[in-house]
């Protein structure tokens, strides 16, 4: 102990030993020994990016660097030299409240907030044309990744404890999104996690290259997994894992041997999605409903007509189907327990199949292990109205079984259905798959609620 005390006070190369009675550099250069007041005004001639990086230094600094004060100053300064702001907003109108008033850092984020909606109206034009197919604006994905928007889930066990994952992946298809995360050991067991949180962070951006950047937040879904965990649907396995449906568009991943999350996935349709990513909302399947009910149809024979039908089947990796279908319409005497049916491939009519680029699995990939489960993929599917306006628009996994009741003469193999059931909505799809092991899509059929159609259009069938 006497020597390394001896090594420790001797001087080092090039300097000066100090004397005894000299004040240490800790005592004059530190600065938590200047006056509060001091150190506010040293950090009054700081801007947005250098405030954020010096309060990560400690936690007195991460304190004062928040202060109402300097972020008032930095917002009223952000919004006078828009130069994109209309002349009369100069004369900014701050909040009744006095600057003492609000809560620490409401300035903060008052000013990171306007920054993120200044070119609110920029990014909408950025979406381009909306496709003829689709419905949907044909650069969500260049967007999404033009505004480096992330999205991190947020993990709560029934003890309260909560942990936040950044993203492990994600995977754009046509019309939707898939986003995976693998929290490893900060994962708690399934039956231990109370909710899941999926937050959209856009990553603003600062003027010093190098820093973090700091992310706005908004909620997109606030699930209880209480009531999701009693009775999840099983909808494929491998070796490995058990893919469990939660609801849809939600799965989890179970390590087959323990029980424990392998990983957790959302697929996210692309209707709105910049906005729901940006704003928040707590639907993940939301339509955006007309304000003005179009005409009654003309023709009493029919129900609906002109509709236009969407649908794209992919994995994680590539595209299995995608396929349009306009002038989808349905009669009125085909109108059956409270839903319109709408056929888009008809099992009678062999020009309508189609047939799938490739074999149904979910590819899937948690930290140093992957795998594949068989018969299992994701379904997005578009429903447009005779406006060409989405009517409804879903995306989630869904599972390939065996139907073994049918038979086919058209066909050598096994028959499969595919389906998917909310209270708005049903998806009928047959498949077959021939010895050649090659899938065939010989019906496809959705079911509208005729409450969803009134009460989406006004009118009464």
């Given at each position: ?282 639907d993940c399947s939301y339509v955006e409903p007309i304000t003005q009910p179009p005409f009654d149809d003309i023709d009493p024979e029919y129900g609906l007509h002109g509709y236009q039908l969407h649908i794209v089947l992919s994995s994680t990796v590539r595209k299995l189907m995608s396929e ?138």
């Amino acid at each position: 102990m006497a020597s390394s005390k001896a090594v420790a006070s001797r001087p080092r190369p090039g300097r000066t030993a100090r004397r005894a009675d000299e004040p240490s550099p800790k005592s004059t250069h530190n600065l938590e020994g200047l006056p509060t007041e001091t150190l506010v005004k040293i950090l009054s001639h700081l801007d947005a990016a250098a405030l954020l990086s010096i309060s990560h230094t400690n936690k007195l600094l991460h304190h004062l660097a928040s202060d109402n004060a300097l972020w008032k100053k930095l917002y009223i300064a952000e919004v006078r030299n828009d130069k994109k702001q209309k002349p009369k907003i100069v004369n900014v109108q701050l909040p009744a409240k006095k600057t003492g008033d609000h809560a620490a850092g409401y300035w903060k984020q008052l000013y990171f907030k306007t920054v993120a909606q200044r070119d609110m109206k920029k990014w909408k034009c950025l979406l381009g044309p909306i496709g003829s197919h689709t419905g949907l604006p044909s650069r969500t994905e260049r967007v999404l990744r033009n505004l480096h928007i992330t999205w991190e889930l947020t993990v709560t066990d029934t003890s309260g404890r909560e942990s936040t994952l950044e993203l492990s992946g994600c995977h754009f298809s046509e019309t939707s999104l898939t986003l995976r995360w693998c929290g490893g050991a900060c994962l708690p067991n399934f039956e231990q996690i109370s909710s899941l949180q999926l937050h959209g962070v856009r990553r603003i951006a600062l003027s010093r290259p190098g820093l973090k950047k700091p992310g706005c937040r908004s909620l997109m879904a606030n699930l209880d997994m209480q009531s999701l965990t009693r009775t999840p649907q099983v909808i494929g396995q491998d070796q490995l894992v058990q893919l469990k449906l939660l609801q849809p568009g939600i799965i989890v991943g179970l390590w087959r041997d323990q029980g424990s999350v392998a990983f957790i996935m959302f697929t996210l349709h692309f209707y709105k999605l910049v906005e729901r990513s940006i704003q928040g909302s707590s639907d993940c399947s939301y339509v955006e409903p007309i304000t003005q009910p179009p005409f009654d149809d003309i023709d009493p024979e029919y129900g609906l007509h002109g509709y236009q039908l969407h649908i794209v089947l992919s994995s994680t990796v590539r595209k299995l189907m995608s396929e349009s279908f306009s002038q989808l319409f349905c009669r009125r005497a085909d109108i059956c327990d409270g839903l319109i049916p709408l056929t888009a491939i008809s099992r009678t009519d062999s020009s309508q199949h189609t047939q799938l680029s490739g074999s149904l699995t979910l590819p899937w990939r948690c930290e140093a292990l992957e795998g594949a489960v068989e018969n299992c993929c994701i379904l997005s599917l578009t429903l447009l109205d005779e406006f060409r306006q989405p009517l409804r628009c879903i995306t989630t996994p869904v599972s390939m079984e065996l139907e073994r009741a049918t038979v086919s003469y058209d066909y050598d193999g096994a028959h499969y259905l595919i389906q998917y059931e909310d209270p708005d909505m049903q998806v009928k799809m047959q498949l077959v798959k021939t010895k050649e092991k090659r899938h065939f899509v010989i019906s496809l059929i959705v079911y509208v609620s005729v409450g969803f159609v009134n009460k989406h259009f006004g009118r009464d069938y």
